[in-house]
Antibody, heavy 118, light 107 residues
């Protein structure tokens, strides 16, 4: 079955970077775009950006431009999302989610909790 | 950016009630709108896409409607499993944007 499995929880200090992985299985990896969405504690969902695993093109929300990098590895069917210069406001659950064209986000990873604390 | 505003923010209802959640957009767009259900500690789940199309496996008591700037999610007869938070999302333009969520609570 289609599945997205994310890496485990992270605790980082302010100013550090974090890289979260999302491994896809059960479908042809390069045929679907992947999105990243985050959710701060007790808050709503926030769209961060998208990567096309075929070719690696990306698009980021303006808020994250320059601080977020999304990459993909077709050999392992894995996408990565790195956030640099972490601050306390980046404490959140980070989700990867597969896009089906015209459908929205049909499959989600289980989420990765990133805690930024000194 | 297209701003999405949901109402109400919280809704108290009983099992068997008909429930309607509204999502208003700051500008009109084609029906590239989705609804998601999220339960505590879980990832969101796609319920409705293209404003009114039911995702496979989702119970038929869920329905979506609307166009332009106003969209609705209706649960025809609320079931115990439906107590959750619901989000609308537009995928007409980048950046994709979500509503702030509507929490459906037990009355």
């Amino acid at each position: 079955q289609v599945q997205l499995v994310q890496s485990g929880a992270e605790v980082k200090k302010p100013g550090a970077s974090v890289k979260v992985s999302c491994k896809a299985s059960g479908y042809i990896f390069i045929t679907y775009h992947m999105h990243w969405v985050r959710q701060a504690p007790g808050q709503g969902l926030e769209w961060m950006g998208i990567i096309n695993p075929s070719g690696g093109s990306t698009r980021y929300a303006q808020k994250f431009q320059g601080r977020v990098t999304m990459t993909g590895d077709t050999s392992t069917s894995t996408v990565y999302m790195e956030v640099s210069s972490l601050r306390s406001e980046d404490t959140a659950v980070y989700y990867c989610a597969r896009e089906v064209a015209a459908y929205g986000l049909d499959v989600w990873g289980q989420g990765t909790t990133v805690t930024v604390s000194s | 950016d297209i701003q999405m505003t949901q109402s109400p923010s919280t809704l108290s209802a009983s099992v068997g009630d008909r429930v309607t959640i509204t999502c208003r957009a700051s500008q009109s767009f084609d029906n590239w709108l989705a609804w998601y259900q999220q339960k505590p500690g879980k990832a969101p789940k796609l319920l409705i896409y293209k404003a009114s199309s039911l995702e496979s496996g989702v119970p038929s008591r869920f329905s979506g409607s609307g166009s332009g700037t106003e969209f609705t999610l209706t649960i025809s007869s609320l079931q115990p499993d439906d107590f959750a938070t619901y989000y609308c999302q537009q995928y007409n333009n980048y950046p994709w944007t979500f509503g702030q969520g509507t929490k459906v609570e037990i009355k």
